[in-house]
């Protein structure tokens, strides 16, 4: 098969299940191999964005290497093939502390005080994201944020700061891309001598490629439906990507993110992730206190993916 019939017989078989996502115009092609070609070609037919694209482009010819055949109703999904390194992750000798498979729900919450309102509500992992220049005051929020959670059980990321998070003894930190690719290898090394777990924001195939680089505790994947809470790089990505995501890396921890109310929550959940991160559902609810019972009683009535 010529790239353009690989192309062809890849939209037949998938394009229905990607619908939503407009299509995008192919970047430069690397190489000749027509699965590549053909692969890369359509998933950008198919919405994806280029370093996504690329991503799929190469997997989809790996897999068709290992498989001896190409095959258009496949869909890459076996980590080898999109070059990660062995799973488990957290087998690896670079891994960062493991954090529970199964998250739970999962606030992400603006302030110390939000965090302990939570807490007290029964939701099991917490996220500080407190937005400021101030370097005492960050300290201030974190120390008031870790003294929120104390005997509760909750477990307590936060965003960002890591060099306060370590001062402070937080149980872990939650990086999005561009603050992981602004450590050096050394700040890395030092983030993850400290024993704190690593979580890192992922919005596609390139993304969590990347993450794996560094074997983190947690993958976030998303934002899965729209959110007006922050501006997004990437569009929506959507139930049909985030069964493929999560399938691809189940051997994290994995919380899928942005949009999710009590609705969408089965359906999200149903893709296998361990975890819901939810912001509005719980700090926009009139009786946050109820809103996170429901939450928490939509998960545990879930059947398992």
């Given at each position: ?77 076996t980590p080898a ?123 596609g195939y390139a ?99």
């Amino acid at each position: 098969m010529n790239a353009q019939q690989i192309e062809t017989a890849i939209l037949a078989a998938h394009g229905g299940r990607f619908d939503g996502h407009p299509p995008v115009k192919a970047g430069p092609f690397h190489d000749d191999d027509p699965v590549y070609r053909g692969a890369k070609a359509a998933c950008a037919a198919l919405g994806f964005i280029e370093v996504d694209a690329e991503c799929l482009g190469r997997a989809w010819q790996a897999m068709t290497r290992r498989l001896g055949r190409f095959d258009a109703s496949a869909w890459p999904g076996t980590p080898a093939d999109f070059g990660l390194r062995d799973f488990p992750p957290q087998a690896r000798a670079d891994a960062f502390a493991p954090c529970p498979v199964a998250l739970g729900l999962y606030a992400v919450l603006p302030d110390a005080e939000w965090v302990g309102r939570a807490a007290r509500a029964g939701i099991p992992t917490v996220q500080l994201r407190f937005k400021s220049d101030d370097e005492s005051a960050i300290a201030r929020e974190i120390d008031a944020a870790i003294a929120a959670v104390a005997g509760t059980g909750a477990l307590l990321f936060i965003n960002d700061h890591w060099r306060q998070a370590i001062a402070a003894g937080a149980y872990g930190v939650h990086l999005g891309q561009e603050d992981l690719d602004a450590l050096t290898a050394q700040e890395v090394q030092e983030l993850r001598a400290s024993g704190l777990r690593l979580g890192v924001s992922t919005h596609g195939y390139a993304e969590m490629v990347r993450a794996d680089a560094v074997s983190p505790s947690y993958l976030a994947l998303g934002a899965v439906f729209p959110t007006t809470l922050k501006k997004m790089a990437t569009a929506p990505q959507g139930l049909a990507r985030l069964n493929d995501y999560a399938r691809l890396m189940r051997g994290y921890p994995l919380v899928a993110i942005g949009g999710i109310d009590a609705d969408r929550l089965p359906q999200a959940l149903a893709s296998g992730v361990g975890s819901i991160a939810v912001v509005r559902a719980f700090v926009g609810a009139e009786d946050p206190e109820a809103a996170a019972r429901a939450l928490m009683a939509h998960m545990q009535a879930a059947p398992e993916a």
